[in-house]
Structure formats: structure tokens, C-alpha cells
């Protein structure tokens, strides 16, 4: 080879690797600043799970996907509230709400019947991958996945939407706010009637579908105090809830909420900020229940039970039938105004969000997705509605003095009866599929 071709090859091989040299340059640059960008929004998140996930003594990988940490009791996320700093938690047992006499001789006939209406009973998921210790509570651990899933700010990560377009409401109707997407099929008693310190209700657990991505599912109870108009409106809620943005998944799961200035800064569901005191080792709060009930097959339900400690003033959480109930924990009375004395108004019943996706109602289901004429084993239902009156004992809520709401019956609908041969007494269905020809 000659002189002048081997410098030709040789410049030719210089300039290669300088235009290489200038490409892994620009992408290593592209790369950093991507780092760059990517890191601190990461760094936060760490830094918030790094709060909520406390060390755990024993972690349980559930079959359901779920990881549940057993925290130290006195370790618990609950207690990082500023009003909660000085709170030593509660370990003596609340004195339960004493059932009145017909609600006892119902239940018992209810317990002994084999009639039409059979029920079981529904539980979760993760008992069937171990337990948690004593002096521990199962806390999901709540991941990265989830909170990006939600695509909002730190701050509102497990808060409900706040509702900034709340419309006035007459003074006795229901918390409930139409036009914002939310729509209802509930039952509720009216305002000012009574002082209300607890509720309690039995519901049948489904998987209804749902469409969007950020939509949901829920049935629950609503104890709520204040000003309806304002921002200082109480509320306690307890229920279940499909939830694919909260929780990744279509599976119901056990949940709670709270808040004592409307929804706008306090609160939020289950133990994803501080307030809500879990004290037992055996139910985890955001947990998926099972199994659940099937069409025309069986129908398992769940027992809740909200009332006021009449001696401490918190608001605690039972879960299960009577036999076999579990203290799940409590609100501490702290954390509310109005609700630091009574309650105004409950709501039992169901919810589901509707973003109108692509111009058409949702077709995210209610309940079992069925309407309510098709009562037991289609439709879904709350039964023994029951309040706690001021002497700490539970009271039946009369047919009469139930109110029924639901914004489009097209869409979902509520029916609300008295039983008693099977010891069901006040109780209602409701629910429905959503978009269909009279849901348009």
C-alpha cells in the first residue's frame, strides 16, 4: 500500500471515531439531562413511600399480588399526624353499641334459617399467605407504580378528588354533588332529625366492571357532620371499592376515608397519610376481599359497624358478622371538629364516577352491574340498616324514615324495603350497568 493511501486511511479513520466520539457524547448529554429530569421527581417519591412503609417484622407476599408489611403498632404511619403526636393509642377494648332486643331475636332467627336468602361471608385475601403477629397491623405496602399510576402530586396522592365545582344543596339532601361526574344510587336519613353517633350495615361484595382506567366502584356507609355549603364539612366512610388507579387491579378491597374540611386538604383513603389508627394484627385496610358473590349463585357480604367511643370520644371500626367481628381501629377524635361530638346525617349506598368516555355514559357498573328489581342474587343490597343513639345502643332505622336518591334511574337505580321473616329488616337494592339504551 502506498504512502498516500495509507494516510487517506488513516485520516478517514480519525474522522469515523471523532464522529463517534461527538454521537456517544451528545447521548451520554441527552442521557444526563434525562437523569436529571427523571431523579428528583424519583428521589420525592422514594422519599414519600420511605414514609408510609414503615419497617416491617414480617412481610407476606399475598396471592393476590399484594405485599403486606406487620408494622410495629406504635411504628405506624397513623401517628405521624401533627395532632397525633402526643396520642398514645388506644388498647382498651370500646365498649360495643348494645343491640336492641328485636335486632337480637331477628339475628338469631336469621343465624338459625335456611331460607331463600343464604349468605357467607366474605373476607381477605392475603389470610391465605400467613398473619401478622401480635402488636403488629398489616399495612399494603403502597409502591412507586401507584403513585405514578394516579398522575397527580404527592399531596393529593390518595385523596379524592376535591370537588371545586361544589354546587349549593338544600339542607336536607344528601352530601352528594351532581354534575361533577360522581353519581349515586343511596339511601340516607334526613338532616337534623336525630344526633347520630355510629351506623352500621351488612354489604354483599361484587366485582363490578369498570371501563376507565381513573374510574371506580364503591359501596359504603357516610357518617357527616358541619357545614354541607362549606369547607368544614366531617365525614367518616367505610366500605368496599374497584379501584384499577388506586390499586392497580379490578379486585374489591375493604376501605376507609376520612376528612373534616370537605375533601379539600384533610384525609384520604385507607393509611395513605396520617390519621386512621389500625389496632388489629387480622384485617389490612385497602386489602382485596374474597371470595365474592356470583350471579344466581352465592352471595357473601361483609358486616360494618362505625360508632363513638362514649367514653374516649373515637370514632372505631368493626368488620365481620357479630360472632366473629374484628376491632380494626379507630379515628381518633382529634382529628375532627364537628364529628368531635355527633354526627348529622349517614348514607349508605353506591358510587361510581362517570367521565362521559367518548360523549357516552360510563359503562362502569354499580354493585353487580344489575338493577335493583332484581333483588336477591342478581341485584346487589344493604340490609339491617341500623343507627347508635346517644345511650351507646343501635336502633333500626325505620322504612319511613329513609330517604332514597339516585341522579339517572336510567343508569343506576335504589329500592328500599322492611323484612323481618329472614331478619333483614329496613334493607334496599341498588346498582345497574351504566350505559345502556335508557342510559345513554
Given at each position: 500500500?502506498?504512502?498516500?493511501?495509507?494516510?487517506?486511511?488513516?485520516?478517514?479513520?480519525?474522522?469515523?471515531?471523532?464522529?463517534?466520539?461527538?454521537?456517544?457524547?451528545?447521548?451520554?448529554?441527552?442521557?444526563?439531562?434525562?437523569?436529571?429530569?427523571?431523579?428528583?421527581?424519583?428521589?420525592?417519591?422514594?422519599?414519600?413511600?420511605?414514609?408510609?412503609?414503615?419497617?416491617?417484622?414480617?412481610?407476606?407476599?399475598?396471592?393476590?399480588?399484594?405485599?403486606?408489611?406487620?408494622?410495629?403498632?406504635?411504628?405506624?404511619?397513623?401517628?405521624?399526624?401533627?395532632?397525633?403526636?402526643?396520642?398514645?393509642?388506644?388498647?382498651?377494648?370500646?365498649?360495643?353499641?348494645?343491640?336492641?332486643?328485636?335486632?337480637?331475636?331477628?339475628?338469631?332467627?336469621?343465624?338459625?334459617?335456611?331460607?331463600?336468602?343464604?349468605?357467607?361471608?366474605?373476607?381477605?385475601?392475603?389470610?391465605?399467605?400467613?398473619?401478622?403477629?401480635?402488636?403488629?397491623?398489616?399495612?399494603?405496602?403502597?409502591?412507586?407504580?401507584?403513585?405514578?399510576?394516579?398522575?397527580?402530586?404527592?399531596?393529593?396522592?390518595?385523596?379524592?378528588?376535591?370537588?371545586?365545582?361544589?354546587?349549593?344543596?338544600?339542607?336536607?339532601?344528601?352530601d352528594v354533588v351532581t354534575g361533577n361526574g360522581h353519581e349515586h344510587a343511596i339511601a340516607y336519613t334526613a338532616v337534623g332529625q336525630q344526633q347520630v353517633y355510629g351506623?352500621?350495615?351488612t354489604i354483599n361484595v361484587w366485582d363490578p366492571a369498570i371501563e376507565e382506567s381513573n374510574g371506580f366502584s364503591l359501596s359504603q356507609l357516610w357518617l357527616l357532620s358541619?357545614?354541607?355549603?362549606?369547607?368544614?364539612?366531617?365525614?367518616?366512610?367505610?366500605?368496599?371499592?374497584?379501584?384499577?388507579?388506586?390499586?392497580?387491579?379490578?379486585?374489591?378491597?375493604?376501605?376507609?376515608?376520612?376528612?373534616?374540611?370537605?375533601?379539600?386538604?384533610?384525609?384520604?383513603?385507607?393509611?395513605?397519610?396520617?390519621?386512621?389508627?389500625?389496632?388489629?394484627?387480622?384485617?389490612?385496610?385497602?386489602?382485596?376481599?374474597?371470595?365474592?358473590?356470583?350471579?344466581?349463585?352465592?352471595?357473601?357480604?361483609?358486616?360494618?359497624?362505625?360508632?363513638?367511643?362514649?367514653?374516649?370520644?373515637?370514632?372505631?371500626?368493626?368488620?365481620?358478622?357479630?360472632?366473629?367481628?374484628?376491632?380494626?381501629?379507630?379515628?381518633?377524635?382529634?382529628?375532627?371538629?364537628?364529628?368531635?361530638g355527633h354526627a348529622t346525617m349517614v348514607e349508605w349506598g353506591g358510587e361510581v364516577v362517570n367521565t362521559s368516555p367518548g360523549g357516552a355514559h360510563t359503562a362502569t357498573?354499580?354493585?353487580?352491574?344489575?338493577?335493583?328489581?332484581?333483588?336477591?342474587?342478581?341485584?346487589?343490597?344493604?340490609?339491617?340498616?341500623?343507627?347508635?343513639?346517644?345511650?351507646?345502643?343501635?336502633?333500626?332505622?325505620?322504612?319511613?324514615?329513609?330517604?332514597?336518591?339516585?341522579?339517572?334511574?336510567?343508569?343506576?337505580?335504589?329500592?328500599?324495603?322492611?323484612?323481618?321473616?329472614?331478619?333483614?329488616?329496613?334493607?334496599?337494592?341498588?346498582?345497574?350497568?351504566?350505559?345502556?339504551?335508557?342510559?345513554?
Amino acid at each position: 500500500m502506498s504512502s498516500c493511501s495509507a494516510l487517506k486511511l488513516l485520516l478517514h479513520l480519525l474522522l469515523v471515531s471523532l464522529l463517534l466520539a461527538c454521537t456517544c457524547a451528545a447521548a451520554s448529554s441527552s442521557a444526563t439531562e434525562d437523569a436529571q429530569y427523571l431523579s428528583p421527581k424519583m428521589a420525592r417519591i422514594q422519599r414519600h413511600l420511605d414514609r408510609l412503609n414503615k419497617p416491617a417484622l414480617r412481610t407476606i407476599q399475598s396471592m393476590d399480588g399484594d405485599t403486606v408489611d406487620c408494622v410495629p403498632r406504635h411504628e405506624q404511619h397513623a401517628l405521624d399526624h401533627p395532632l397525633l403526636r402526643n396520642h398514645k393509642i388506644q388498647l382498651a377494648r370500646p365498649r360495643m353499641p348494645a343491640p336492641t332486643s328485636s335486632r337480637t331475636a331477628s339475628a338469631s332467627s336469621s343465624s338459625n334459617s335456611t331460607g331463600a336468602r343464604a349468605r357467607r361471608t366474605a373476607w381477605q385475601t392475603w389470610h391465605h399467605a400467613g398473619h401478622c403477629p401480635r402488636g403488629t397491623v398489616p399495612v399494603r405496602r403502597t409502591t412507586a407504580d401507584d403513585v405514578l399510576r394516579g398522575r397527580r402530586s404527592l399531596f393529593r396522592f390518595g385523596r379524592k378528588r376535591h370537588r371545586r365545582d361544589r354546587a349549593p344543596r338544600a339542607a336536607n339532601a344528601p352530601d352528594v354533588v351532581t354534575g361533577n361526574g360522581h353519581e349515586h344510587a343511596i339511601a340516607y336519613t334526613a338532616v337534623g332529625q336525630q344526633q347520630v353517633y355510629g351506623a352500621k350495615a351488612t354489604i354483599n361484595v361484587w366485582d363490578p366492571a369498570i371501563e376507565e382506567s381513573n374510574g371506580f366502584s364503591l359501596s359504603q356507609l357516610w357518617l357527616l357532620s358541619g357545614s354541607f355549603n362549606g369547607s368544614d364539612l366531617n365525614s367518616i366512610e367505610a366500605g368496599w371499592q374497584v379501584s384499577p388507579e388506586l390499586y392497580g387491579d379490578s379486585r374489591p378491597r375493604l376501605f376507609t376515608y376520612w376528612t373534616s374540611d370537605a375533601y379539600e386538604a384533610t384525609g384520604c383513603y385507607n393509611a395513605l397519610c396520617p390519621g386512621f389508627v389500625q389496632t388489629s394484627s387480622r384485617v389490612a385496610i385497602g386489602a382485596s376481599i374474597s371470595p365474592v358473590s356470583s350471579l344466581a349463585g352465592e352471595q357473601y357480604d361483609m358486616t360494618l359497624l362505625v360508632w363513638k367511643d362514649p367514653k374516649l370520644g373515637n370514632w372505631w371500626l368493626s368488620y365481620g358478622d357479630d360472632a366473629a367481628s374484628q376491632l380494626v381501629g379507630y379515628w381518633p377524635a382529634e382529628l375532627f371538629t364537628h364529628l368531635s361530638g355527633h354526627a348529622t346525617m349517614v348514607e349508605w349506598g353506591g358510587e361510581v364516577v362517570n367521565t362521559s368516555p367518548g360523549g357516552a355514559h360510563t359503562a362502569t357498573q354499580m354493585g353487580s352491574g344489575r338493577f335493583a328489581g332484581e333483588g336477591f342474587g342478581r341485584a346487589s343490597y344493604f340490609r339491617n340498616l341500623e343507627t347508635v343513639d346517644a345511650g351507646n345502643s343501635l336502633a333500626p332505622v325505620s322504612l319511613d324514615a329513609l330517604q332514597t336518591l339516585a341522579e339517572d334511574g336510567g343508569c343506576y337505580d335504589i329500592r328500599k324495603a322492611y323484612d323481618d321473616r329472614d331478619g333483614w329488616g329496613t334493607h334496599f337494592y341498588y346498582g345497574g350497568p351504566g350505559h345502556n339504551p335508557a342510559c345513554p
